[in-house]
């Protein structure tokens, strides 16, 4: 899916990753970060969210929740984090990341309410009143008082299988005053995933900013101030200032910090591909060169893969991935190669959910790269 916008827009990360594999100092099954252009993607971002005048959380799923990644996106201006879940909330904090959005997608269960509210995030989601009265507790406890943000849905919304949930648009009035009775809760905002989807090469708001806006002014109505409305997905360069437009607050950049959205498929864009996977040949059966897997995300949709040998030029093969039942143990490219020929893909992936190493390298573009250590997919270093 992004291999030609990488060999087109950062062919040197190619180069780099080949040398750093060759010599030994990477293993098979690696996604190699680009740490120098992840950092000038961010700077990107930032200055296009100060001109629109909208805040920025950034995503750290998608990269394996990496702490040399984290450390140069914050130096590029985007200061705190959402996590998607409670497990990576506390990874990023461990880290010393400043936690902004807890608990969209994934709910905070009171198992780990106490030890996230001992890093102040900026605000947290709720799908329930019963969320809510958990973090009041909880917050209670504390002696302080937790921002909220209502994950408000309507008949029709737009919504991905498995992240199905929200308060009912229809009696929000009624479970806004419920949440506002509760002593150490406050309410912030509302937000919505997925708020962009691309369709066609480009980026359209879905019923469920629609949504956002409604909601908003159903609480302005209540007298709930309104300091968030946050809009996550697609967000990029060139999708903030429709985010602005269209009146959110906040977006939540992820793949755009890595040049991996939709968008990045098109050409035109301001952040460039910064990651890669690379792997090698284990054997060769039936006419087909079997790589050593662990790290294929189902919805990666890679289509080639750039085949490296000893000797001539790389030459592209076409990739077939294992369907969605399938365990990728190994991935396939067509065409017999070499046992221990590097191979390289680039597609859209979640690195959080795979069996991967992530190497951030720095310096990727210079004659000195330097690999930062070798990572598991829950940031923790390795080697």
Do not use: W
């Amino acid at each position: 899916m992004f291999l030609h916008p990488l060999l087109e827009c950062n062919p040197t990360l190619v180069d780099t990753a080949l040398t750093l594999y060759r010599e030994g100092r990477i293993p098979p099954n690696s996604y190699i970060l680009d740490i120098d252009r992840i950092s000038e993607n961010a700077t990107a971002l930032a200055a296009a969210a100060r001109q629109s005048g909208i805040s920025l959380y950034f995503m750290t799923k998608q990269i394996g929740r990496n702490p040399i990644a984290s450390r140069a996106i914050v130096e590029a201006g985007i200061s705190k984090a959402v996590a998607v879940d409670p497990v990576e909330a506390l990874l990023l904090a461990d880290q010393g990341v400043l936690l902004g959005h807890v608990g969209h997608l994934v709910q905070v269960p009171p198992y780990y309410l106490d030890k996230i509210l001992s890093y102040q995030p900026e605000v947290m989601t709720v799908f329930s009143v019963e969320a809510a009265a958990n973090i009041s507790e909880a917050a209670r406890k504390r002696g302080i008082v937790q921002k909220l943000l209502l994950r408000v849905v309507r008949d029709g919304d737009y919504l991905y299988d498995a992240q199905h949930g929200g308060l009912a648009f229809e009696s929000l009035a009624a479970i806004a005053e419920q949440i506002a009775n509760l002593a150490n809760v406050t309410i912030a905002g509302v937000t919505s995933f997925p708020s962009l989807i691309v369709e066609g090469g480009v980026a359209k708001p879905t019923r469920n900013f629609e949504t956002l806006c409604l909601a908003t002014d159903v609480l302005r109505k209540l007298g709930i101030a309104i300091e968030q409305i946050n809009a996550p997905s697609v967000t990029s360069v060139s999708t903030i200032p429709t985010l602005a437009h269209l009146g959110a607050t906040h977006g939540e950049p992820g793949h755009a910090l890595t040049g991996t959205t939709p968008l990045h498929t098109v050409k035109g864009q301001t952040e460039v591909p910064a990651y890669l996977y690379i792997t090698e040949v284990s054997h060769v059966c039936e006419g087909e060169s079997y790589v050593f897997g662990g790290g294929y995300y189902p919805r990666g949709k890679a289509q080639n893969a750039l085949v490296c040998p000893k000797v001539g030029s790389p030459k592209l093969a076409k990739a077939v991935m294992p369907d969605a039942q399938s365990i990728d143990y190994y991935l396939k490219v067509e065409g017999e190669f070499p046992v221990g020929t590097p191979v390289i893909f680039a597609f859209r992936t979640q690195m959080f959910v795979t069996r991967a190493n992530v190497v951030p390298v720095i310096g990727a573009s210079s004659s000195r790269p330097h690999v930062e250590g070798i990572y598991n997919v829950e940031g923790k270093q390795m080697k």
